[in-house]
């Protein structure tokens, strides 16, 4: 009798052993099952399409969920926050696993991002960064802009070494790049640099174009540069300056911020200085993020992007490998 129950005692630990041979502190099995691509739906509310940038930025994030076979519910909120905040909360409520966005701007995120967080769905900050606190989202993936308006700062300082006279072309009110290459510039910019006049061109060529035709209607010719928040807005402002009379890239020196084709077409045509990059390709890195966030890994508060500086001298030799 006392030999049975040693035995059954054995054998209930060995079973307890094996039950736990994966791990005493891991979920059960049916709530380890992992997330993979295939299984990963993710809702994503895009900004809108305003510049040849967003153009490209919404192609990666589309065609990398087709090659990875994730399930992806797309919107364009035509820049509009009031539609970004409604395409979040339609993704909440189907239930998506990971909810990636663009905020258009830098506030009033708060109350969506928390009844994202209280349905349990992480939430990827893609391109744009939200002021909101570090709990309501998974992470930011993004350049850091600060840094663009700093070089595009330092280029304008090489073009016009005897100084003068600039205007500034502000991507959309309130934008976290708009916020930040606005600052960035001012951190480089020489002294003998003086911004005479600074105002939105929403990142579109259509209002980078009017914004300029009135920078020129007020200060002519005294204009000798000109910093665009994005290549957009700079190839606008080009129209603009060249119906007046005046050339673009030589009259009117000109930086901007993107390095999208379109840029190094004008700088072949020898109308535009220089280019600050802003990669854009950011599929990739987003549905890794977004299967590291579903699977429960916590993650860095940014992951920032790579990003280089272009001149004419080699747009031409590199245009044709540029894939945006
Ligand atoms: O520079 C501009 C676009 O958020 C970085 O938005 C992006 C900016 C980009 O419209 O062209």
Redesign the pocket.
């Known amino acids: 009798m006392r030999k049975l129950s040693l035995l059954v005692v054995f054998m209930m630990a060995f079973f307890m052993l094996v039950g736990c041979g994966s791990g005493g502190d891991e979920p059960a099995a049916d709530e380890a099952a992992e997330e993979t691509y295939e299984t990963l739906v993710v809702g994503y509310a895009q900004?809108g399409a305003?510049?040849?940038?967003?153009t490209a930025n919404t192609a990666s994030i589309k065609e990398t969920a087709e090659q990875l076979g994730v399930e992806l519910k797309f919107s364009d909120a035509q820049q509009k926050q009031e539609n970004q905040i409604a395409a979040i909360r339609s993704y909440i409520a189907e239930g998506v696993d990971v909810i990636g966005f663009?905020p258009v701007v830098e506030t009033g995120w708060e109350t969506v991002l928390q009844e994202a967080k209280d349905a349990g769905i992480p939430v990827i900050m893609v391109?744009?960064r939200a002021d909101v606190p570090r709990e309501l989202y998974a992470t930011y993936l993004?350049?850091d802009?600060v840094e663009e308006g700093r070089k595009a700062g330092n280029e304008m300082n090489t073009l016009l070494p005897e100084g003068g006279k600039i205007v500034e072309l502000v991507?959309?009110v309130g934008?976290?790049?708009a916020n930040d290459r606005y600052d960035g510039f001012r951190e480089t910019l020489a002294d003998n640099i003086e911004i005479i006049d600074s105002q939105s061109g929403d990142?579109t060529r259509a209002q980078g174009k009017e914004v300029m035709e009135a920078f020129l209607k007020n200060y002519g010719d005294e204009i000798v540069g000109l910093y665009a928040?994005?290549?957009?807005m700079a190839i606008g402002a080009i129209q603009a300056i060249e119906e007046f009379g005046l050339k673009p890239g030589v009259d009117i020196k000109i930086v901007s911020?993107?390095a999208v084709r379109g840029a190094f077409e004008a700088m072949i045509a020898g109308k535009l200085n220089v280019t600050v990059e802003?990669n854009?390709l950011l599929g990739p890195q987003f549905y890794e993020l977004a299967l590291r966030a579903v699977n429960g890994e916590e993650l860095p508060e940014w992951v920032p992007s790579e990003e280089s500086v272009y001149y004419p001298e080699n747009a031409a030799e590199l245009l044709p490998e540029r894939k945006y």
């Open positions: 900004i305003e510049s040849e940038w967003r663009s391109d744009r993004g350049s802009f991507g959309t934008s976290a790049p990142f928040h994005n290549d957009d911020v993107d802003c854009p």
